[in-house]
């Protein structure tokens, strides 16, 4: 069940104890594909995972997190949420883990914790951290295709039955990683935003072995977008896109459906638009992204994205550094919404 509201805060409630402690990795297809210890090594410095044990010894949760080094500095970065272990991990169990975490973080000697990826949505955040609201539009794939199709917006469908009628087909196509990575890079450019270097984005690819998935959208031979995703049996996840400039109307549409029928039949249960801004500015780019997901048919997932100073000076160049460049990172950017929710800063 998709969440519409931003989960309570539980700042002011007593805890229960949960300890975070370093744990095996050992990841299957029932966890998140981004839990998998191929992608951490990927993508971090340094990788682990985190158990929380509850005072009578059982594992409750478990928290992945790499460790980035630039600059000197030695960043933690989470790319999935908390894992419950078992049903009925509640948002109390779930701060006092955090607050461990973080205790762990500062023990091993991290600088700071920086926001996560933007598919990363927790329910709640530990005490001290700096926390913003943050979605991510997400379908339920475990409806028929019939109620699947009825979700999808009008004009939407008829975009993607246009596309269908001219020619444009959609395949799989993980061989083309290159010109992937050529499209994509140069779709980031003309928004303005930078892109990883090609051999980060063909070690991320490969990392994920057989839970990628790169879709190709192609029409009288012209390749008119590119789209990699990410699965296992929680959750797909679209994680980037590339589009020619003046592309068929309705081709990322066509390829965002038959990714979507592709992830249902292989008994993905959801499917994740990799984050999403809450109430963006009218008319912006990021309302604009948006209002297509939900066209698509997904609904809004709501929690909150957190980053946390463990050692203030260090943090400190941090936090000026992304200030300066690119204007704050997405918690310094969010956060004033916290306001919206009712919710105030932790302190």
Known sequence: MVSNSVPPDVSHVSHCMIKAEPIPIRWDQSLPIFAKEEFLRAVGDDYGWLGGIAESGGLRCVLPYTIVRKAGLRMVRFRVE???CSAGLDVREEKSFLNSVVHHFRSVGADVIIPPTNNTLFRTYPDGASPAPYG???????QSEEILWRNISKTSRQNITAAQKDGVSVREGIELLDPAYDLIRETFRRSKMGFMSRDSFKQLALSLGENCKLLVAERQGVIQSYSLFAFSTPSAYWMYGGNILGQHRGAMKLLQW????LFRTLGVYKYDFFGARIDPPKGSKQEGINTMKKHLGASLAQGYMWKYSLRPWRAWVYSTTVRVLRGGDIVDQ???RLKDFGTEVAS
């Open 82 to 84: 908390t894992i419950p």
């Open 136 to 142: 991510s539009y997400v379908i339920d794939l475990q």
């Open 258 to 261: 038959e990714a979507i029928r």
């Open 334 to 336: 969010e956060a004033h």
